[in-house]
């Protein structure tokens, strides 16, 4: 075991980006399992970074159920991937299988709209302001031009 002495003295959290639609690229995309063994459904842990602007390198992370039941406002839970893939120029139709390799979609540029969302967990949060973002759209590059 290696002996660490390390300071932490100028390390500071990040604040959440503004409310606002943000030009960014698809980093990663790796599948999990969910904590919840009950629930059979992966989810795909999705990296983007923002591309332009005074925000530009700052990551933003979205988890895409695969879960097509319905959530309790009445959505499939995975409508948010079907906008995702639609938005990456993938050919997917309501009501139908896709099947395809996630990997393909790295370096897509898209356009996502962030809020700020108060959150209940207090790992997920920003000590300075109990806010996080949340992506509540994802559109195709051309979108909100």
């Given at each position: 075991?290696?002996?660490?002495n390390?300071?932490f003295?100028?390390?500071?959290?990040?604040?959440?980006?503004p409310e606002?639609?943000y030009?960014?690229v698809?980093?990663?995309?790796?599948?999990?399992k969910p904590k919840?063994t009950t629930?059979?459904?992966?989810?795909?842990?999705t990296?983007?970074?923002i591309t332009?602007?005074?925000?530009?390198g700052?990551q933003?992370?979205?988890?895409?159920t695969?879960?097509?039941?319905?959530n309790?406002?009445g959505?499939?839970?995975?409508s948010?991937?079907?906008?995702?893939?639609?938005?990456?120029?993938e050919?997917?139709?309501e009501?139908?299988d896709?099947?395809g390799?996630s990997?393909e979609?790295?370096?897509t540029?898209?356009?996502?709209?962030?809020l700020?969302?108060?959150?209940?967990?207090?790992?997920d949060i920003?000590p300075?302001t109990?806010?996080l973002?949340?992506?509540?759209?994802?559109?195709?590059y051309?979108?909100?031009?």
């Open positions: 075991m290696a002996k660490l390390i300071s003295e100028n390390v500071t959290g990040f604040e959440p980006v606002n639609v030009e960014v698809v980093k990663s995309i790796d599948m999990k919840d629930n059979p459904h992966p989810y795909l842990n990296r983007f970074e332009e602007g005074e925000f530009a700052r933003l992370f979205v988890n895409l695969t879960n097509p039941e319905k309790k406002n959505n499939a839970s995975n948010m991937l079907y906008s995702f893939l639609r938005a990456c120029g050919n997917v139709t009501g139908q896709w099947e390799d990997n979609l790295i370096n540029i898209l356009r996502l709209k962030v700020l969302e108060d959150s209940n967990d207090p790992e920003n300075k109990g806010e973002n949340k992506v509540n759209n994802v559109r195709s051309m979108s909100y031009n």
